[in-house]
């Protein structure tokens, strides 16, 4: 592979592109499935139920403190998947690169995802790419699609939740955000966040086992734990109150926070999870939490009620309740 | 248009600038608004500005005396739950 | 510094007791105005006005310097992020803020280049990078961002910066609180006086409240047990017979301001008159560049003529600004006008009333 940047003739299905998918792709990735270069990979599968997500990702930078977009191209898929209390299993990847995109860094990028994918236990067993002119582009977006294998009788679902039911949060919130919007033009501050991107299958499995009756597992990306809880109340008809005092939050997030006039609420984290289960199983599954290095944080944060179906409570430090707002479009920093 | 956090200023820089800490996060902020700010101060930053040295006597004196409110109360003969 | 006693719920519990005895005493209703954005929003999503007495009313004054900035001036904005070379930079409270025609936000969709920046540094810095670009600066805020604007004019000066200016829609308190209380529809009975505006002005410029209008007006902060104190101290004057303009904030406020910050104001601004929405033209409540400073003046740099300003029908902002009507009482608050859908200002801005109310409390859902 000689070329340094992404050409067009990288995406025209030519001699250019193959090299780019032996030298670059195959190899970073180290998969078996991936060197026989089929267009579809034949997988064993042991079992009968199918979870499968998907999801794209676009964030800019591509790198960016702790972690990139190739880690979190992975982990995102993983999670949604585990949510669904499937094992995931297999990842499809597919990429589309400006050109001028350096293979230096595609090469970085790949070698975050075989990281993340081994993390994980899963594969990429097969993939795509496409290249589009300079200026079409923002540098690399990247799609992953993954399946898992669901056992019997799992169901899990943002709809199962009921009156009593508590609710866990696995770790600090907004660390990834805050990390991201660390490195913004115009809006740059010192801060040792990282992002937390993170695959959670493994924390989800053992959470699952030490409660079997949870209701649901979500992890709360864009639009922060707000968007994820309100989605939550409304699906499931009833309210949810989070004591303020029990969210876990870093000092720098809850500083950098309020220097912007961020909802530390609404802020995105990429390696958290929120996970509904019944009042009885809820101390069990916060000490299953605890075992996972993602979950060391882990605390209950709420309880679900029956009144005022689909609202999100806040009980404040200051003891007074209020409403928990999801997000309307983007977050913007403000001086008022 | 309020928008303004205590932050504790760091190091002194070069051009009227001075590097403050808002728990754990670090900006460079303009001292322009407050030329005499020192290391060690606070200061309250509004839109990359300090502007105002926040006095730690007056924040002391002010929650002793709002600790206390609730004796007023009582002193006029009122009896307060869990006090 | 310990800070920590401004939000600790034992502290408050005890003002709240004593907010109701004094309230109690006082036995009438009594109406009381906060005039900052960052009050309303303190208030909203602290939960406050549910620990109000039955007979304290708090309302939402014309406190969002992003609502009442007139619809011409967001139609000024978006005509200089229109012309070739400029870029515009803006706080983030603006962005969605609807013009006659338009908003910043939707100018940046349709490829103008407009950043949203979070100091006036940071859009000088950016026009020292692009020196073949006229950076732009939309100065909106009250006396708190004034000085700042002026700072950076001076630097930009100073370092001979050609390609930066500002275009100033800046907004002054003391004689929009004036009109209010010289407002026979708006029959306010004391004012919770702006914190950090307050910091750079001092407690002077309030003083014709108490001794003209005989209205007490307490300076108050920002965390729950600050406002909580504004309001207590507002009670216990309005209870003794007293008008006195008082600091409540001391830690943060000095009865003479920031002397430093107000003469860099004195030396860069001058006032004018300003149209505030909803509301009208208040005389003297705007800042105009002074002429010799013309040279970092972007309507004089870059002079516009957007279209004639239209106002948007059935909106009732003017009446919520001036706490004629609540929020939800207005006829498109919740129906119509909805944070995803705003109409007017007071519902785009994040620290409109009508957002607020919105976002924090019941009223808006059903």
């Known amino acids: 592979m000689r070329a340094d940047r992404i050409l067009l003739a990288h995406g025209s299905g030519g001699t250019l592109m193959k090299e780019l998918i032996d030298d670059v792709f195959v190899q970073e990735f180290e998969e078996d499935a991936l060197k026989r270069l089929d267009d579809a990979a034949s997988l064993p599968f042991p079992g009968s139920r199918v979870a499968m997500s998907t999801d794209s990702y676009v964030v800019h930078p591509v790198f960016f403190p702790g972690g990139d977009i190739g880690r979190l191209a992975i982990c995102g898929t993983v999670n949604d998947v585990a949510t669904s209390g499937a094992t995931p299993l297999y990842i499809s990847v597919g990429f589309v690169l400006e050109e001028g995109f350096p293979i230096a860094d595609l090469r970085r990028i790949l070698e975050s995802m075989r990281d993340a994918c081994r993390e994980a236990g899963v594969h990429i067993v097969t993939g795509d790419t496409k290249v589009v002119e300079k200026g079409h582009g923002d540098g690399i977006f990247i799609n992953t699609a993954g399946v898992g294998v669901l056992a019997e009788g799992v169901d899990l679902s943002g709809s199962n939740v009921r009156p009593g039911d508590k609710v866990l949060l696995s770790g600090t919130l907004g660390d990834h955000g805050i990390a991201i919007i660390s490195t913004r033009e115009g809006l740059e501050f010192s801060t040792s966040i990282e992002t937390d991107a993170a695959p959670l299958n493994r924390l989800i499995a053992n959470v699952l086992a030490a409660a079997p009756d949870a209701r649901c597992f979500r992890d709360p990306t864009r639009g922060g734990l707000a968007s994820t809880l309100n989605e939550i109340a409304e699906a499931s008809g009833v309210s949810i109150t989070v004591e303020e005092t029990s969210v876990p939050v870093k000092d720098q997030v809850r500083g950098a926070s309020e220097m912007l006039g961020y909802d530390v609420f609404q802020v995105a984290n990429e390696g958290k999870m929120v996970a509904i289960v019944p009042a009885k199983q809820a101390e069990a599954a916060l000490a299953a939490m605890k075992t996972s290095p993602y979950g060391e944080a882990a605390a209950i944060i709420g309880e679900a009620a029956e009144s005022a179906p689909g609202k999100v409570y806040v009980h404040t430090s200051f003891g007074a309740t209020r409403i928990m707002d999801m997000l309307v479009g983007e977050q913007l920093p403000r001086i008022c | 248009m309020c928008l303004a956090i205590p932050a504790r200023v760091v190091t002194i820089e070069e051009g009227r600038m001075a590097s403050v800490d808002i728990m754990g996060v670090t900006r460079k902020v303009s001292l322009d608004l407050t030329p005499e700010a020192t290391e060690g101060d606070f200061v309250l930053v509004h839109a990359g500005f300090a502007l105002q040295i926040v006095d730690e006597q007056y924040a002391n004196e002010t929650l002793e005396i709002l600790r206390s409110i609730p004796d007023f109360a009582e002193d006029e003969g009122i009896a307060l739950e869990g006090a | ?366």
């Open chain 3, 1 to 366: 510094m310990d800070l920590s006693g401004f939000r600790d719920p034992v502290i408050a519990r005890g003002l709240i007791e004593a907010i109701d005895t004094t309230a109690a005493k006082l036995g009438r209703p009594v109406k009381i105005m906060e005039v900052c954005g960052t009050h309303t929003v303190a208030i909203a999503k602290n939960g406050l006005r549910a620990v109000m007495p039955e007979n304290v009313t708090l309302l939402s004054g014309p406190g969002c310097p992003v609502c009442v900035t007139a619809n011409e001036d967001i139609d000024i904005a978006i005509e200089l992020a229109r012309q070739p070379g400029v870029i515009v930079t803006s706080f983030g409270d603006m962005m969605k803020v609807p013009g006659s025609y338009s908003s910043l936000a939707k100018e940046k969709a349709d490829g103008r280049d407009v950043r949203i920046v979070y100091s006036p540094l940071d859009a000088l810095a950016l026009a020292e990078r692009e020196p073949d670009r006229q950076v732009v600066f939309v100065a909106v805020g009250f006396e708190t961002t004034v000085p700042l604007i002026a700072a950076a004019i001076l630097r930009a000066q100073a370092a001979g910066i050609e390609n930066f200016s500002i275009f100033s829609a800046h907004k002054t308190v003391p004689k929009a609180l004036a009109a209010l209380a010289d407002d026979p529809d708006v029959q306010i009975d004391a004012f919770i006086l702006p914190g950090h505006v307050s910091t750079i002005i001092g407690s002077e410029p309030y003083r014709f409240l108490a001794e003209q209008f005989g209205t007490p007006g307490v300076i108050t902060g920002f965390e729950p047990v600050d406002v909580l104190q504004g309001v207590y101290m507002l009670l216990k004057q309005l209870e003794e017979g007293r008008a006195e303009i008082e600091i409540g904030y001391h830690r943060g406020v000095m009865p003479e301001g920031n002397p430093t910050a107000k003469a860099l104001v004195e030396q860069v601004f001058e006032p004018i008159d300003a149209d505030w929405r909803g509301i009208g033209v208040i005389p003297g409540t705007g800042l105009g560049i002074r002429p010799e400073f013309d040279h970092y003046n972007a309507i004089k740099r870059i002079p516009v003529s957007p279209p004639p300003p239209k106002e948007i029908k059935g909106c009732q902002c003017g009446e919520v600004l001036r706490g004629i009507t609540l929020p939800f009482q207005c006829k498109l608050f919740g129906k119509g006008c909805t944070p995803e859908h705003p109409i007017g200002p007071c519902m785009v801005s994040s620290e409109g009333s009508c957002a607020a109310y919105y976002r924090f409390t019941d009223y808006g859902r059903s």
